[in-house]
């Protein structure tokens, strides 16, 4: 994914990667959880907010889609954050060596 594409979210709502952020209450909204669990994906590193309180916190808009992917591997396999802190980070490195074989054969 490169960083023009857009996100929808709720209501309509489309935001930039880029340049857009969410805060706590928008990104609890748009994933339907508690603050509580988004502060545990945090204390993780499964999110990374900028800002010191919890309530202040933004995040990128790309937290949304990470965070909806975190709560599926949650659901669907029942792991724990630890479990889908590894695989998130298992699976971003695997899209960055597919990336760079991509460019390899592109040359």
């Given amino acids: 994914m490169n960083m023009t594409d857009t996100l929808a ?5 489309v935001l930039e ?3 857009a ?4 209450a ?3 909204h748009a994933c339907g959880v508690h603050a509580e669990l988004i502060a545990e ?7 990374e907010p ?9 995040f990128p808009a790309i937290s949304l ?11 669907d396999l029942n792991i724990n954050a630890a479990g889908i802190a590894l695989a998130l ?19």
Wanted: aromatic share 6%; hydrophobic share 45%.
């Fill in 17 to 19: 990667e880029e340049t």
């Fill in 41 to 47: 994906y945090v204390e993780y590193g499964i999110l």
């Fill in 50 to 58: 900028q800002g010191r309180e919890m309530m202040a916190w933004q």
């Fill in 9 to 13: 979210i709720f209501s309509g709502t």
């Fill in 89 to 107: 980070e298992l699976l971003d490195e695997v899209s960055v060596l597919r990336a760079q074989l991509a460019a390899l054969q592109d040359r």
């Fill in 65 to 75: 889609r990470r965070a909806q992917r975190a709560l599926r591997l949650q659901h």
């Fill in 26 to 28: 928008e990104l609890c």
């Fill in 21 to 24: 952020t969410l805060s706590m």
